[in-house]
């Protein structure tokens, strides 16, 4: 009995010392980092749901108090680390998207973004000992990933891979907590829109407490992704239908009641015969123009039209008999296919040839868009799905009908297209997706 009572006055003792470390480790980042004052008041630290390290769920940062007492006094900085770590998961959002990802390259991913992220801050308060070794791996993952967000880490991964051995270093380097509780989805949506307003205030308060200050460009470059507007890329392409007869039963407009009695009574005359067609919204005419400058490249520009293709071509969006046009251009129109099946459009990518791989630019596709119009080539043509890099010469003339330039990555560097035109980012391991 006098055991028990001991094990238990010691437990709570290690709860009670634990629970202090934890509330140093939070009173260290709201003193360093102010304009992190209401995110990191908004993750409450509970012991318990992890055995020997640390766990959040988007609303609670779970610990086991040993290992937090352990790990304290072997590296007091690291709880206020570990803390920091978990809270930026959050502030990105990389344990919303957990089950749209490979987790394998997802997890390494993320933790390498926030972990590059505090490296950058720089405080004394925070440091550790591979902290060096760590910002040589970054280093070059930047050059090879192009970035540092968990997003730019994460298509590296998917393109090339992760042997066992650099997954092993990256793990030591990079790991802070485990990420479990992301996959219990139905409790990480609660929290998705408080999140995303206290990321929004993390963005504007940094604005005020990091003027002058030039060591919070990943933090700011994150929260950027983070808070990018996505598109459904198949979502967006509906945008091409268009009301037509499709030659199928219409279920709405008919009485299998009635059909079934006629032949069960008369043998094989019906009372009522289905009707052939319905009203349904289908893709008929739509144009695919390809930016056919040298910076686009003959797989990533085949991997586009086979994604494309691939989702509008479907029994429920697509119309038997269509009026597509696959324009090439550069600074001219270089050509024009016209597909009306999918026989003509798999005899493109098998036969045809990209042509042109000069300068860009784009008004040479609307100007022969409007002239394809004017000779009655479109009965009603919804749209326009531009491929580029982006650097090229836009028109000034909104057109009538919808228009989407879908780029081939991110890149801060090009113009903005017109506010009249959708932009989404492809990335070139679309091809691995068409």
């Known amino acids: ?88 998961h959050c502030i990105f959002y990389h344990s919303f998207r957990y089950d749209a990802v490979e987790r394998e390259y997802w997890d390494v991913a993320a933790d390498m973004a926030v972990e590059n992220t505090i490296l950058e801050l720089d405080l004394p308060s925070l440091a550790l000992p591979e902290d060096e070794q760590a910002r040589k791996k970054l280093y070059w993952m930047k050059k090879d990933a192009g970035g540092l967000t968990a997003e730019k880490i994460y298509r590296y991964f998917k393109l090339n891979g992760m042997g066992p051995g650099e997954k092993k270093e990256l793990h030591e380097l990079f790991y802070k907590d485990d990420h479990f509780l992301w996959e219990k989805a139905e409790e990480l949506t609660v929290t998705m829109e408080q999140w995303k307003k206290i990321s929004q205030r993390v963005k504007t308060d940094l604005k005020t407490f990091s003027k002058g200050k030039n060591n919070a460009e990943s933090l700011e470059e994150n929260l950027a992704e ?52 319905k009203e349904a919204h289908k893709v008929k005419e739509f144009i695919i123009a390809l930016d056919t400058s040298a910076s686009c490249r003959g797989p990533v520009v085949k991997g586009f039209l086979k994604k494309t293709y691939g989702i509008l071509k479907g029994t429920e969006n697509f119309f038997q008999k269509i009026n597509v046009h696959i324009i090439q251009c550069d600074n001219e129109i270089q050509s024009d296919t016209k597909i009306t099946c999918d026989a003509d459009f798999d005899r493109f990518l098998r036969e045809g040839k990209l042509k042109g791989f000069g300068s860009t630019d784009f008004r040479p596709v609307f100007s022969y868009i409007q002239s394809l119009r004017d000779a009655g080539e479109f009965e009603n043509l919804k749209g326009l799905i531009y491929f580029t890099d982006g650097y090229g010469i836009y028109p000034e003339v909104m057109p009538d009908y919808d228009v989407i330039f879908a780029f081939l990555n991110d890149d801060d560097n090009r113009m903005a297209p017109p506010p009249w035109a959708i932009q989404v980012v492809l990335y070139e391991d679309m091809e691995d997706e068409a």
């Open 1 to 88: 009995m006098d055991t028990e009572i001991r094990n238990e006055e010691r437990q709570q003792k290690i709860e009670a010392l634990a629970a202090q470390v934890m509330g140093l480790a939070r009173d260290n980042m709201i003193m360093h980092l102010r304009f992190l004052d209401t995110a990191t008041t908004s993750l409450r630290p509970v012991p318990g749901r992890v055995s020997d390290g640390v766990a959040c769920d988007g609303t609670f940062l779970y610990y086991d108090p040993a290992y937090v007492l352990r790990t304290y006094r072997k590296e007091p900085p690291s709880i206020a680390r570990i803390w920091l770590h978990a809270l930026l």
């Open 226 to 277: 983070a808070n990018r507007e996505k598109y459904d890329y198949a979502e967006l392409l509906r945008r091409f239908s268009v009301m037509g007869e499709s030659i199928q039963v219409n279920p709405d407009e008919f009485d299998y009641i009635y059909y079934t009695y006629g032949l069960s009574t008369y043998g094989n005359m019906p009372l009522v015969e289905p009707l052939e067609y």
